[in-house]
């Protein structure tokens, strides 16, 4: 069993950066492939990142390419969204996941487990 516990949202202004953290219980953190998804209000949850059990293999959403960059430290048990050049449309709640198969498995959307999010609104 994992638990997710995300971090790091809020309030910010267009154009602003944001890191957001997701730290996971247990000690198997490390096997487990780790990715980042959001919903905005209305709309389906959508993958936005995902990366493999080093951190050497990342994926991530075609219209974010550039602007998100996913990191982990698993002597932390923690995963990491860095956000640059915010945009008003970036504004969801953020959710963390975990797959005990590739970071392919959560770019299809499907996860052993999810944290409870982690609200970020993006000001214009």
């Known amino acids: 069993q994992v638990q997710l516990v995300e971090s790091g949202g809020g309030l910010v202004q267009a154009g602003g950066s944001l890191r957001l953290s997701c730290v996971a219980s247990g000690r198997t953190f490390r096997y487990y492939a780790m990715g980042w998804f959001r919903q905005a209000p209305g709309k389906e949850r959508e993958f936005v990142a995902a990366t493999n059990w080093s951190g050497g293999i990342a994926y991530y959403a075609d219209s974010e390419k550039g602007r998100f960059t996913i990191s982990r430290d698993n002597a932390k048990n923690t995963v990491y969204l860095q956000v640059n050049s915010l945009k008003p449309d970036d504004t969801a709640v953020y959710y963390c996941?975990?797959?005990?198969?590739?970071?392919?498995?959560?770019?299809?959307?499907?996860?052993?487990?999810w944290g409870q999010g982690t609200q970020v609104t993006v000001s214009s």
């Open positions: 996941a975990a797959s005990q198969f590739s970071p392919r498995t959560l770019e299809g959307g499907a996860a052993d487990y």
